[in-house]
């Protein structure tokens, strides 16, 4: 077995067995000779025709050797250029040469070379370990990708860039620098990524609304700089986008609704003084006091009117705009006229509320706002010199007030107006319960309060019921004929038929006074009266009544039993064994109808009727009819 050593290219050949330094290696190596090995064989040697070849056992006993010679000799070399190191460079060669040894600055290390073929195990473990090595690498690699793109704001912002799922710190700073170059269409999509994951952040928000406002989209900026306001009221960068917003598209009124606003919510004085800059002044107004001087209009109650006066700086261009009923001054107002500078606005009596603005280039100033009662005082109530309660014969009643009032009154239980009876002498109470309600009116129109009293009248009336006596002018229903109505009448403006039933069929005829209509039985006989309407005061009704009479003269002119009326405002005035009857009826809304009934068989009934529109007669029906 042999080894070789390389000493600057020299080849030294050395037997093992020369080496006494080695023999404790061979020595340890001894139990690895195959001669030793029991149970197994010693190897033949090699003939002249087949060379000697190394077992692998051998092999390695020879490496194992030849790596202790070689660091022997390497120790050796570095003990005597140490040695050496002391010596001036001349000595140190010449030691070397002496030796047989190159300087030490020319001594060159080449790595050792195995003899004979490398074990398949060295091979194998060297790629499992490169495969583990590349793995490890792979992993740190990945690990340290994953932790940059989630954990750096640089690869977030990569992400973001990418279209990727990004913070929302990215997607800002993405858009920003979109507007920064100019691409505002890219800017707006990465701010709405950026507003998707934090809806309500208030530099997102108006990014994203600076980013509309350059993309004209004028609506959804306003949207976003109002919800910035909504959620960060006490910001003021907000209101200042969404204020110069509105002072471009002339939304001017809106803009001061604003900065009223933005006063209120922030601290910025920029804004007051922006208003200050912006908003008229409130304008004054202005009434006569006693000495005919002009001063404060303050509001409260007044029991006489007056006149007021509306002042604002005209010269600084300022207009006037009010209302005097409450409405909202600025979309309903009036402009302030000239003539109005110059009489005023007249408030007579009633209740107003004043609202009035001044507006300038279409800015309006804070409302002018005054409520004024003017009540003027009211006449006291009429009164009645028959006292209330309870009579056995028919009373007359005498009303009376105070000087230079009118009084207006009712006995049908509706409440008096102007439009009712006006009282000029004393009237008599009907029989039965009568209440009679009264008012007195002043030169000014005032109406007092209402006066009510009751009255019961117990004593019976010799006023007869209704009988077939009672006609309207010389008429006799169900004898009067057609040709005697048109001779007496005149043609009618229309004839029609107006159905029939088992007693025959009827024709009407239609006059301007009203109708009337007729039965025609058949065969030679002449169609007959039987109904009459009409709204005319010619025709005279029975017992001297008609259209236009009073409720009191109709009800006068019948029998009246002075029944009570039910709930529904009826009232029995009379009703016979023989089948007579009588009701009143109140309609409401000043309507009362009168009706009287009598009965002349079975089911044969003749009906009048009087119907009453404010306490007067409107119209009359007088007619003939069977019942089922």
Not at 120 to 138: D, H, K, P, Y
Not at 255 to 271: G, M, P
Not at 337 to 343: H, I
Not at 463 to 468: A, P, V
Request: proline share 4%; with cysteine; aromatic share 10%.
């Amino acid at each position: 077995m042999v080894a070789k050593v390389m000493h600057n290219g020299n080849t030294v050949r050395n037997s093992v067995d020369e080496l006494p330094r080695r023999a404790p290696a061979v020595r340890r190596n001894n139990s690895l000779n195959p001669a030793t090995i029991k149970g197994q064989e010693q190897r033949p040697r090699a003939t002249a025709q087949e060379p000697l070849r190394p077992s692998r056992l051998e092999a390695d006993e020879a490496s194992s050797v030849l790596r202790e010679v070689d660091h022997d000799a390497q120790t050796e070399n570095h003990r005597s250029a140490r040695s050496m190191g002391s010596m001036p460079q001349t000595e140190r060669l010449k030691e070397a040469q002496s030796k047989n040894m190159p300087p030490l600055r020319m001594v060159q290390h080449k790595p050792y070379q195995p003899i004979g073929s490398v074990p398949e195990r060295a091979n194998r473990f060297n790629w499992i370990r490169m495969s583990l090595v590349s793995f490890v690498c792979i992993a740190v690699m990945t690990v340290g990708v994953y932790l940059f793109l989630s954990q750096s704001d640089t690869g977030q912002f990569w992400l973001a860039s990418m279209g990727r799922d990004a913070s929302m710190d990215a997607y800002r700073e993405l858009g920003r620098r979109y507007m920064v170059e100019g691409s505002i269409f890219r800017a707006i999509r990465a701010f709405e990524i950026a507003q998707s994951k934090a809806p309500n952040d208030l530099e997102i928000l108006i990014d994203l609304g600076k980013a509309y406002r350059g993309n004209n989209q004028v609506k959804e900026a306003e949207l976003a700089f109002t919800r910035a306001i909504q959620f960060w009221p006490a910001y003021s960068e907000p209101y200042r986008l969404i204020i110069d917003m509105m002072q471009e598209q002339g939304r001017n009124y809106e803009a001061s609704q604003c900065v009223q606003l933005a006063i209120e919510k922030t601290e910025d004085e920029y804004f007051s003084n922006l208003y200050n800059q912006l908003i008229p002044s409130v304008p004054d107004v202005e009434k006569l006091n006693r000495k005919g001087v002009r001063e404060f209009a303050r509001g409260g109650r007044f029991e006489d009117v007056f006149t007021i006066w509306l002042t604002c700086d005209e010269s600084n261009g300022e207009k006037i705009f009010y209302t005097l009923l409450g409405e909202d001054p600025i979309k309903e107002g009036k402009e302030y006229t000239e003539e109005e500078k110059e009489e005023g606005i007249l408030l007579d009596e009633g209740a107003w509320r004043l609202r009035a603005v001044a507006m300038k280039d279409e800015m309006y100033s804070d409302e002018q706002v005054q409520s004024y009662s003017i009540n003027k005082p009211i006449p006291d109530m009429p009164k009645s010199r028959l006292p209330s309660g309870t009579y056995d014969t028919q009373r007359s009643v005498a009303l009376y007030a105070s000087k230079d009032t009118v009084i207006y009154y009712t006995t049908d239980g509706t409440a008096p107006t102007i439009e009712s009876t006006k009282y000029t002498e004393p009237f008599t109470l009907r029989i039965g319960k009568t209440t009679v309600r009264a008012i007195a009116v002043n030169i000014e129109g005032k109406i007092s309060n209402e006066f009510s009293v009751d009255y019961d009248c117990k004593v019976r009336t010799k006023t007869t019921t209704m009988s077939e006596k009672d006609v309207i002018d010389d008429l006799v229903l169900n004898k009067t004929t057609k040709a005697a109505f048109i001779k007496t009448y005149g043609e009618p403006s229309s004839e029609a038929a107006d159905g029939k039933d088992g007693h025959g069929s009827y024709i009407r005829l239609v006059y301007p006074f009203g109708h009337a209509v007729f039965l025609d039985k058949g065969g030679d006989k002449e169609p007959v009266l039987v109904e009459l309407s009409t709204k005319s005061s010619a025709f005279v009704g029975p017992r001297k009544t008609g259209v236009g009479i009073r409720m009191e003269d109709i009800l006068g002119a019948f029998r009246d039993s002075g029944g009570d009326a039910n709930e529904k405002g009826e009232r029995v005035l009379y009703t016979m064994t023989d089948g007579r009857l009588a009701i009143y009826n109140d309609l409401g809304d000043n309507l009362a109808k009168v009706s009287y009934y009598l009965k002349l068989d079975t089911k044969l009934w003749i009906e009048l009727s009087y119907y009453f529109e404010n306490g007067l007669v409107e119209h009359m029906e007088w007619l003939r009819y069977y019942t089922e």
